[in-house]
């Protein structure tokens, strides 16, 4: 599996910004995309997740809950990471990943785009 991420970039403070992540090569056994962010200094945190097949199912860490949306593209093997009301707090590099797992631990993704940056100005 490989992921390509994109769509980051420089914001002021509650703008907004949608991040791509394109994947190939994904099996029917990784049904899971996910989105991680890491900020300078600190571990690598859970921003949300979504499956790829069936019925749509997301799940956000609560700092994001409201402002963020998971959404998906079967056809185009896309998902998107659709970020309103932006905070200087969000700046950070944007991971998406691929797994088997509907988790939030970043252990149990086993494919990682390359990340993108979004800065958010104050």
């Known amino acids: 599996v490989q992921l390509q991420a994109s769509g980051g970039g420089l914001v002021q403070a509650g703008g907004s910004l949608k991040l791509s992540c394109a994947a190939s090569g994904r099996t029917v056994t990784h049904d899971v995309m996910a989105w991680f962010r890491q900020a300078p200094g600190k571990e690598r945190e859970f921003v949300g997740n979504?499956?790829?097949?069936?019925?749509?199912?997301?799940n956000y860490a609560d700092f994001v809950k409201g402002r963020f949306a998971i959404s998906r593209d079967n056809a185009k093997n896309t998902v998107f990471l659709q970020m309103n009301s932006l905070k200087p707090q969000d700046t950070a590099v944007y991971y998406c990943?691929?797994?088997?797992?509907?988790?939030?631990?970043?252990?149990?993704?086993?494919?990682w785009g390359q990340g993108t940056q979004v800065t958010v100005s104050s």
């Open positions: 979504i499956n790829w097949s069936g019925t749509s199912v997301t």
């Open positions: 990943a691929s797994g088997r797992f509907f988790t939030r631990l970043p252990m149990l993704y086993e494919y």
